[in-house]
Each structure stands twice: as structure tokens, then as C-alpha cells.
């Protein structure tokens, strides 16, 4: 199982920016090695149900975003140490949410929610107005 742990969330002001960090290290639970996985990124705020942010294609590097972060918030990833980042800038209270890194194999699409197996506990970003 790939184990994942995200840190770098906090408080800021609406208009700042943070960067998180998702660390992982074993293998998927379908098996496969981490070296063929996709990394997502996932937000929850209270009483809204989860919603993905952005993923990064682990061999090709392309990414995908939703809409509501499109030009405010980039994905990379460090495969060589198994690393992967997301820099969120121009931060609005609407932003605030527990944010998760989660990972899944290569073969499912870039864009779908489906086939995330791993999940890290998530870092709280606050955005104050």
C-alpha cells in the first residue's frame, strides 16, 4: 500500500499562498509499483463533499485542474524521491478545506475521480478574509 503524507497547510490571508507536500512511499494497493501511479489532489470543506483539485501523470508530468483553480493553483511531482507538490496561489476563503493527496494507477484516466486507492489524512488550509 502506498502510504502518503501531506504537510504545509495553515492559516493565510485571502491573497496569499501555500505549498503542500504530499510525500509517499510503498506500493498501490492494486499492486502495481509507485512508480506507475498518478497523483491527485483532493479538497473537502465542512458540509461539501469531496472534490478533486488537480493530478499529475507520474511519467509524462501532464496535469489536469478543475476550473475553480485553473491559473491559481500548479501541480509538480520530484519523482526521484517520490514527491508531490502543490503551490496554491491568490488563496480565497472559499479555498479553505482539508486537503488530501491521493494516488492510483496509471491506467485509469487523468481526469476521473475513479481508482484512487491511497489517500494521505489530509492538511487543513484556512483562508481568512
Known amino acids: 500500500q502506498v502510504r502518503l503524507v501531506e504537510s504545509g497547510g495553515g492559516l493565510v490571508q485571502a491573497g496569499g499562498s501555500l505549498r503542500l507536500t504530499c510525500a509517499a512511499s510503498g506500493r498501490p494497493a492494486s499492486g502495481r509499483t509507485a512508480t506507475t501511479y498518478t497523483m491527485g489532489w483532493f479538497r473537502q470543506a465542512p458540509g461539501k463533499p469531496r472534490e478533486i483539485v488537480a493530478a499529475?501523470?507520474?511519467?509524462?508530468?501532464?496535469?489536469y485542474y478543475s476550473d475553480f483553480v485553473k491559473g491559481r493553483f500548479t501541480t509538480s511531482r520530484d519523482n526521484a524521491n517520490n514527491m508531490a507538490y502543490l503551490q496554491m496561489n491568490s488563496l480565497q476563503p472559499d479555498d479553505t478545506a482539508v486537503y488530501y493527496c491521493?494516488?492510483?494507477?496509471?491506467?485509469?484516466?487523468?481526469?476521473?475521480?475513479?481508482?484512487?486507492?491511497?489517500w494521505g489524512q489530509g492538511t487543513q488550509v484556512t483562508v481568512s478574509s
Open positions: 491521493a494516488a492510483k494507477p496509471d491506467y485509469y484516466s487523468l481526469t476521473s475521480i475513479q481508482g484512487y486507492e491511497d
Open positions: 499529475i501523470r507520474r511519467g509524462t508530468g501532464v496535469t
